[in-house]
Each structure stands twice: as structure tokens, then as C-alpha cells.
């Protein structure tokens, strides 16, 4: 779609404070488009900072309605890490994740509000456009996807990001403090991820001269003592961390506030791309790093090596579904259905230690108790003897 096929047309677009998105509305607003902007809190910032991305919005004229999404977000956050859905470099596949979450969650609220295109400010070209475009095409076939920068008339009016920057700080509208020319974050309750000039470079170190973390502190930073919690994992689902609760968006919660306090947080990776092409990625996640050591010992305690070995197949093929906007399509289905089946064993408490980045697992307690493990010196040392099943 180019702007000419916006005439007479109702827009939802879709909105999180990022420059080229906030740039969006300012070229749909001189250009006369009926626009509505609906603010998708995913847990990328706190509730005053989206407020003020609101009524920012609102005082420039821009309609503007905040959407918790939140639910949602840390639901399929925490399927990631019970699929181990993840992309190269073991990167959590957090943005991608996202993109569904939006388009599945926002478009019925765009038909309800009798909204027949949703638009976005993806960078042109790229994986998130294209991600947007395939979910678009599955989810919401009835509703048009507009993405500006593959729109020339908004890329004259928009050359760069600096003309962007430009046009957003001057209209007072509230910019995401990791976006302007040279940087984007984009950050939800999973996981954040981190671009700029600087660390396109191949040979700049990832470092606090180089880049600002969302939420985390650096390993060094950490508090000397560490921390340790208890994690607890029932028919293949964290339903606790800390005495927090199942409710995904208190188990994330709880689990990035350890995670960032103690310095695990930090993949440096350099990823295939949707194209083929490939690109640094710099990924931030707390909650999700902190969790995997106490998912990978639950499973080191229940699945069978070849229950292990289909695991590790099925989830290896969901990561690039994730990452190449096909989690909906039927192949990835079937995936899941069977994750579900092998990961419905998986219950385990486990305990771990937190300290200067590094997690790891103290204990592990299964409710099954020991029924195929093996110990040698409890029986002298010599020998090895099967262990009994916990008593009922």
C-alpha cells in the first residue's frame, strides 16, 4: 500500500513509542489520513512511561488508546522457553514473538473500532516488515498493512532517522529513551533488543561505553552477595518463581527483576536473516535466561534421551517458525502439539544461585522422587543401586 490508498480509509496504527512509528503518525496526520493510534503495553515500559506516551500523542492531535497486551506477550514469552523456540546464538526470539502478539491481539480491536488498515513503522526491507506481512496475511486478511518506509512518498518526507528525530521532538511527542537517530530498542516483557550505529560494527564491543541496557545491570555491577530463588515447574510450566505465582506476566516479572539485579541477561549474536542475509543482533533477557537453567534442569530429571533428542528437533523447527512469522502455520502446529505431549512429564522445584551474570542450578527435587536413577556409594561404593520411587 502506498498513501494514495489511504484516502477514505480508517487506520490503527499500531504504536509503542519508537521513533520510526511515532514519525508514522506525524506523516498520516499532515497527510489527512484518518489515523487512530493504539498503544501496545507489552511490558516494554512502566505505566507512567506510557501514559506520557499517550497524552503526548493526545496533545498532538493524534488519537491515541492504550492496550495492555501484556497477558499475552508474557504467555507466549514463557511458551519460548518450554519450546525452546530460539534462533541463532541462542537469541530468544523475542521480537518476532512480538510481532504476532500485536497483529493477533489488535486486530479485532481495529475492527471493532471499524479500523480496515493496520499500519506500522517497521524498517523497510526487513525482518519485521515482513513479519507484519505474513500475520497480516494469516490473521487478518480483511484488514490492509501499510508500512511507510516502503512507501516512497514517505520516505521523501522522512529520508533518514535523523529527519525523523527531528520531527518527533519537535511535535513533544514522548520517544522510547532507547530510540533516536542513531539507536532503537525494541523491548517487551520478554526481552528487549538493541541496534545502533555503533554496534552494527562487527568489531565494537559490546560494553556500558556502547550500549545501555533496558532494565539490566552489567555482571560487574552485580551485587557482590548474589541471590538465589526457587523455581517451580509443573506439566511442563513455570507456575512459580520466588512464591510469586503462575500467572506468566508475575513469573516474568519476578524472573527479569533477578535476572537484570544479577547480570544474566546479555546474547551478542550474529543471526541469519529472513532474506538470508545476515545481521548483528544484541539481545537483552533477563527472565528468560534465569529460567532456561532451571527449565534445562527439569528436563535433565524427566525426559527419556529420546523424548530429549525429539525435543531438541521439534524446538529447533518452532525457533525458525517463531522467527520467520510462521508460528500460526500448520507445521508449527503439529510442533507444539507434540511439545505439549513430551513436555507434559516435566515437573521438577529447582533451586538456584544468582551471582555477577552467572546462574546456576543449586537443587533440583522431582514429585515422582527418583524412580530411574542410579547412586554407587550408597551401597559402599562398589555398586551401583537403583533408587525407590518417593512414597505416595
Not at 561505553?209 to 517451580?232: E, I, M
Not at 538456584?352 to 533440583?364: I, K, S
Request: aromatic letters at 6%; hydrophobic letters at 45%; charged letters at 20%.
Amino acid at each position: 500500500m502506498i498513501i494514495e490508498d489511504l484516502a477514505a480509509r480508517r487506520v490503527g496504527v499500531v504504536q509503542a513509542g519508537g521513533l520510526s512509528s511515532l514519525a508514522l503518525g506525524i506523516w498520516l496526520r499532515e497527510q489527512g489520513v484518518d489515523a487512530h493510534h493504539y498503544v501496545a503495553d507489552l511490558g516494554q515500559s512502566g505505566p507512567d512511561d506510557l501514559a506520557a506516551l499517550v497524552d503526548s500523542l493526545r496533545t498532538a492531535g493524534l488519537p491515541a488508546t492504550l492496550v495492555d497486551l501484556r497477558p499475552a506477550m508474557a504467555a507466549l514469552g514463557l511458551d519460548l522457553l518450554r519450546y525452546q523456540a530460539r534462533h541463532d546464538g541462542g537469541y530468544w526470539n523475542t521480537t518476532g514473538a512480538s510481532r504476532l502478539v500485536l497483529v493477533e491481539q489488535l486486530a479485532p480491536v481495529l475492527r471493532a473500532d471499524g479500523r480496515t488498515v493496520l499500519a506500522h513503522g517497521c524498517v523497510g526491507g526487513g525482518n519485521d516488515q515482513r513479519r507484519f506481512a505474513r500475520y497480516g496475511a494469516r490473521l487478518a486478511p480483511d484488514l490492509g498493512v501499510y508500512a511507510p518506509w516502503t512507501d516512497p512518498a514517505a520516505l521523501a518526507r522522512f529520508p533518514n532517522r535523523a529527519a525523523m528525530y527531528a520531527a518527533v521532538t519537535g511535535a513533544g511527542l514522548w520517544l522510547d529513551p532507547g530510540s533516536d537517530a542513531d539507536r532503537s530498542t525494541d523491548a517487551n516483557l520478554a526481552g528487549a533488543s538493541h541496534e545502533s550505529t555503533e554496534l552494527e560494527d562487527l568489531a565494537t564491543p559490546v560494553a556500558p561505553k556502547t550500549l545501555t541496557p533496558r532494565w539490566s545491570a552489567w555482571p560487574a555491577d552485580a551485587p557482590t552477595d548474589g541471590g538465589s530463588v526457587t523455581v517451580t515447574i509443573e506439566a511442563g510450566r513455570v507456575t512459580d518463581v520466588g512464591g510469586h505465582g503462575a500467572d506468566p506476566v508475575a513469573v516474568l516479572t519476578a524472573a527479569n527483576h533477578l535476572g537484570a539485579t544479577h547480570g544474566s541477561w546479555l546474547r551478542d549474536v550474529v543471526e541469519r536473516r529472513i532474506i538470508g542475509t545476515r545481521c548483528r543482533g544484541v539481545y537483552e533477557a533477563p527472565g528468560l535466561e534465569v529460567l532456561d537453567v532451571a527449565w534445562h534442569k527439569a528436563l535433565e530429571v524427566t525426559l527419556d534421551p529420546y523424548s530429549r533428542a525429539l525435543y531438541e528437533q521439534l524446538g529447533g523447527a518452532l525457533g525458525a517458525a517463531v522467527y520467520e512469522a510462521r508460528y500460526r502455520d500448520p507445521v508449527a502446529a503439529a510442533a507444539r502439539a507434540a511439545l505439549d505431549a513430551l513436555t507434559a512429564a516435566v515437573s521438577a522445584t529447582v533451586e538456584l544461585t544468582l551471582r555477577g551474570g552467572a546462574v546456576t542450578a543449586a537443587g533440583v527435587r522431582t514429585p515422582g522422587g527418583d524412580t530411574d536413577r542410579q547412586t554407587r556409594f550408597g551401597t559402599g561404593g562398589h555398586q551401583w543401586r537403583d533408587l525407590a520411587p518417593a512414597a505416595a
